[in-house]
């Protein structure tokens, strides 16, 4: 079980995906998609303590089922629900940040994972421009493929680029099961799991595709420190940078830093509003 984490995760795709939009071409993204940039948005008007994330046992032995749903969330008070591809037990349950897994040191965790997106296309540009050999399924569809981003797992269990799948039955050239395995052997830690499918991870990412895993070791580390925090002290906390078009939806850069090379593609993506567990800028009292 949970017993004695605190944990703070940064979820920025600036820090982790060397791919997705600078400042320049966000400021193209309106432009092109016709919108306007919203008004700032009033901070700690959602309350945290209100806004749970949903927390999955992984030391039970249990398979576990993860899909990724299309929802809508609402990110703030004053903001229309966003459009999101997010992990869940089920639709109903489906939220960015998806389900802390919480697992054991030492203790074999095992994940399937299914693929419920209905879209046949992307709700950003995908650049197709960037690499031979990137994704693009035949039938349409989002392709997606979990990884274990700071786990020690086998490759089969890695999220291999290629090894996506869709939800009309396409799989990548190195697709081998949606069953994972994590032997959890490493050290305690709080990592997380995302969308690693080649030339849209970023995309994925920032659609939100992304959730907390949690490595325990209630019989050792956490022992010996005693002061970690446990029972309700002990709060999940998924830090990550957005931005929005007053529409609720994400404010995602359509247009390259060199589009005669790459038409969609940017090097980073920088927002301008902190999204703590869905919610921006929450209230923690």
């Known amino acids: 079980m949970w017993r004695a984490w605190l944990v703070v995760a940064l979820l920025c795709s600036a820090a982790l995906l060397a791919s997705a939009a600078t400042p320049a071409a966000t400021s193209a993204g309106p432009r092109c998609k016709n919108r306007f940039p919203r008004k700032p948005l009033c901070k700690f008007v959602d309350d945290l303590a209100s806004n749970p994330l949903a927390v999955i046992d992984g030391a039970t032995g249990k398979m576990v089922k993860i899909g990724v749903y299309q ?3 609402k990110f703030h008070r004053d903001l229309p629900a966003t459009k999101q591809y997010a992990y869940g037990k089920d639709e109903k349950s489906a939220h960015y940040p998806g389900p802390v897994i919480v697992a054991q040191r030492g203790v074999k965790t095992q994940v399937y994972y299914e693929n419920h997106l209905m879209d046949r296309q992307h709700m950003f540009t995908v650049d197709y421009t960037l690499m031979p050999g990137i994704t693009k399924p035949k039938l349409g569809g989002i392709p997606i493929v979990p990884h274990r981003h700071g786990g020690m797992q086998e490759s089969e269990s890695d999220g291999h680029p290629q090894a996506w799948f869709t939800q009309f039955g396409e799989t990548g050239p190195t697709f081998k099961s949606r069953l994972y395995h994590y032997d959890n052997k490493q050290m305690p830690a709080a990592i ?3 969308d690693h499918t080649l030339g849209w991870t970023r995309l994925n990412t920032v ?7 949690v490595i325990t070791d209630p019989k050792g580390y956490e022992r010996k420190l005693g002061w970690l925090p446990s ?4 709060v999940a906390l998924a830090i990550a940078d957005r931005k929005f078009f007053a529409n609720g939806s994400i404010n995602y850069p359509n247009v390259g830093i060199v589009p005669r090379v790459h038409p969609n593609w940017s ?3 920088l927002g301008d509003t902190i999204v703590v567990n869905g919610k921006v800028s929450e209230c923690c009292f």
């Open 267 to 269: 090097p980073e993506y």
């Open 231 to 234: 029972g309700n002290r002990a």
């Open 71 to 73: 929802i809508y969330q």
């Open 192 to 194: 997380w799991y995302h």
């Open 207 to 213: 659609a939100g595709i992304g959730a907390l895993y």
